[in-house]
């Protein structure tokens, strides 16, 4: 499936920002067999006076900017033509989860993809002892880890409700929880919190979602905006798989990765220091347009 992706993310201060300096991860994902960035271009206005244009430990397109003059805003566009290649699961080949430990035990190497990464407490996710009993709970009886997945996302779904109000980008996967509501990125946070509890391997993952769904299949939560899902190891056989627990599904050809990590904290969109006063006003919008083909 061919897309078109444009992103244009503002900032409007309430002053003249003295100093900037921003580190920005909006480009979409090369990744074997799985997505192929066909063109990808991102622009900063204003111009900025230093850019570093780099990959990340975990693989992800950063792009470093710094301005030496004081700036009243910032406009970032990103134009990229994406390849995504949809490879549906037809078995499942992941271990019984009470294998899971000696296989992991096996895996010797720490390199950006080694599961060890996504088994520990993260910046932005704990072990929340809420989130782990609910877990607990569904897992009651024996399974493999990706029906522990389906079945963890599948509860959560039903018990949570996506409310792009309840939270922010600062709500902690606890309190998303004890709300019972939240957004792509509580979603996420909680599920991570609960599987690693359990010890199975989760992480991280930003990207986009097909705005328009194909004919007679519902709207996705989450399409207006960047989106948010969760990726699992689930054995040395099957490897890393990746779930969507706002909207309960296997990850797809609908969904575009832009970046992986631990938490949101590895992954963020904008990240950076300004120094300025008053209020500071943000608009973030996506259109990402299937093509032909």
């Given at each position: 499936?061919?897309?078109d992706?444009?992103?244009?993310i503002?900032?409007?201060?309430?002053?003249?920002s003295?100093?900037?300096?921003?580190?920005?991860?909006?480009m979409?994902l090369?990744?074997m067999?799985?997505?192929?960035r066909?063109?990808?271009?991102?622009?900063?206005?204003?111009?900025p006076a230093?850019?570093?244009?780099?990959n990340?430990?975990?693989?992800?397109?950063?792009?470093e900017?710094?301005?030496?003059?004081p700036?009243?805003?910032?406009?970032l566009?990103?134009?990229s033509?994406?390849?995504?290649?949809?490879r549906?699961?037809?078995?499942?080949?992941?271990?019984r989860?009470?294998r899971?430990?000696?296989?992991?035990?096996d895996?010797?190497?720490l390199?950006?993809?080694?599961p060890?990464h996504f088994?520990?407490?993260?910046p932005r996710?704990?072990?929340?002892?809420d989130i782990?009993t609910?877990?607990?709970?569904?897992?009651l009886?024996?399974?493999?880890?990706l029906?522990?997945?389906?079945?963890?996302?599948?509860?959560?779904?039903?018990e949570?409700?996506?409310?792009?109000e309840?939270?922010?980008?600062d709500?902690?996967?606890?309190?998303?929880?004890?709300?019972r509501q939240?957004v792509?990125?509580?979603?996420s946070?909680?599920?991570?919190?609960g599987?690693?509890a359990?010890g199975?391997?989760?992480g991280?993952v930003s990207?986009?979602?097909?705005?328009?769904?194909p004919p007679?299949?519902?709207?996705?939560e989450?399409?207006?905006?960047?989106h948010?899902w969760i990726?699992?190891w689930?054995?040395?056989?099957?490897?890393?798989?990746?779930?969507?627990?706002?909207?309960?599904?296997?990850?797809?050809?609908?969904?575009?990765?832009?970046?992986?990590?631990r938490?949101?904290?590895d992954?963020a969109?904008v990240?950076?220091?300004v120094?300025?006063?008053g209020?500071?006003v943000?608009?973030h919008s996506?259109?990402m347009?299937?093509?032909?083909?």
């Amino acid at each position: 499936m061919l897309y078109d992706i444009r992103l244009t993310i503002t900032y409007d201060y309430g002053a003249p920002s003295a100093q900037a300096r921003n580190v920005l991860r909006v480009m979409p994902l090369n990744r074997m067999d799985e997505q192929r960035r066909i063109t990808g271009e991102l622009s900063v206005e204003p111009t900025p006076a230093e850019r570093v244009d780099r990959n990340d430990f975990f693989g992800n397109a950063v792009a470093e900017v710094a301005f030496r003059r004081p700036i009243e805003g910032l406009v970032l566009q990103l134009q990229s033509r994406v390849e995504r290649i949809a490879r549906p699961l037809r078995f499942d080949l992941s271990p019984r989860r009470a294998r899971l430990r000696a296989e992991l035990a096996d895996i010797g190497l720490l390199g950006p993809d080694s599961p060890h990464h996504f088994l520990s407490p993260s910046p932005r996710v704990g072990f929340e002892s809420d989130i782990t009993t609910f877990v607990r709970n569904i897992l009651l009886d024996g399974g493999t880890v990706l029906s522990a997945v389906q079945d963890v996302g599948r509860a959560l779904h039903t018990e949570m409700r996506f409310d792009p109000e309840a939270t922010d980008v600062d709500t902690s996967p606890a309190e998303a929880f004890r709300k019972r509501q939240g957004v792509c990125q509580d979603f996420s946070h909680v599920m991570i919190a609960g599987l690693r509890a359990v010890g199975i391997p989760a992480g991280y993952v930003s990207g986009f979602l097909r705005t328009e769904p194909p004919p007679g299949q519902p709207r996705l939560e989450g399409a207006d905006a960047m989106h948010a899902w969760i990726r699992v190891w689930c054995g040395s056989e099957m490897g890393w798989i990746e779930y969507d627990p706002t909207n309960d599904i296997l990850v797809g050809a609908d969904h575009v990765s832009v970046a992986v990590g631990r938490d949101y904290s590895d992954v963020a969109p904008v990240k950076g220091a300004v120094r300025s006063a008053g209020p500071q006003v943000s608009d973030h919008s996506v259109d990402m347009i299937p093509l032909p083909g």
